[in-house]
């Protein structure tokens, strides 16, 4: 394969994501009105690219945030590689100050190289970017035939992909920006990705 435009993309807003309830791959929560307004946003900007293929997770707020695309009848799967990250016992609950230190302390955990140190109940950044290798390397990697393809995912998830694509250390991974519905734009040239657009939001208004 010579080369692939990949358009990345974080999810539309959720009423968890307004209200600081921690959603992760357990909770498949829809788009509130401000997500689908993002969504729609995002497609006025971007319905003139010739999108060969869509991947989004398992989950509706991933599938509902670029559903316009696939009324086009773009060809559309899902992956489970690509559903967010598994935050245990901390899904479907508020972010208290007591739950704020507790992130605190496993994000600088994680910050500090210990990527393998599970959330409790949950996953590890090491187990995600696990998940999530095959589907690179097989699927995005492994179909030169689909040249320019958009992915919508996940926040802390899209940080490990993003890691895996350009081959940083996971412990790297916070300097990934994320919004919802903001747009990473890379391209991969053969042997390696180049990043186009860092979390574009000039497309919401």
Not at 36 to 52: H, L, M, N, R, S
Not at 78 to 85: T, V
Not at 109 to 130: A, K, M, N, Y
Request: glycine share 6%; with cysteine; aromatic share 10%.
């Amino acid at each position: 394969m010579n080369s692939k435009k990949v358009y990345l993309i974080r999810h539309g807003q959720t009423d968890y994501n307004l209200q600081s309830i921690v959603q992760g791959s357990g909770v498949d929560s829809e788009l509130n009105a401000r997500g689908w307004q993002q969504a729609q946003q995002f497609f006025e900007a971007y319905k003139g690219i010739p999108f060969d293929k869509i991947y989004t997770s398992n989950l509706q707020r991933s599938v509902q945030s670029v559903q316009q695309f696939i009324d086009l009848g773009i060809p559309h799967e899902k992956y489970e590689a690509l559903n967010e990250i598994n935050w245990g016992t901390r899904e479907g609950t508020r972010i208290t100050p007591e739950e704020d230190e507790y992130y605190r302390n496993i994000l600088q955990t994680w910050r500090d190289g210990e990527t393998s140190i599970c959330i409790e109940g949950g996953e590890s950044p090491e187990l995600v970017s696990e998940r999530q290798k095959p589907f690179i390397e097989h699927v995005l990697l492994n179909r030169p035939e689909e040249e320019t393809v958009l992915i919508c995912m996940h926040g802390r998830a899209m940080r490990i992909f993003l890691s895996n694509l350009l081959r940083y250390p996971l412990r790297c991974m916070d300097q990934f920006l994320h919004q919802n519905l903001g747009l990473y734009q890379l391209e991969y040239t053969g042997s390696m990705f180049t990043v186009k657009r860092y979390c574009d939001v000039a497309h919401l208004r």
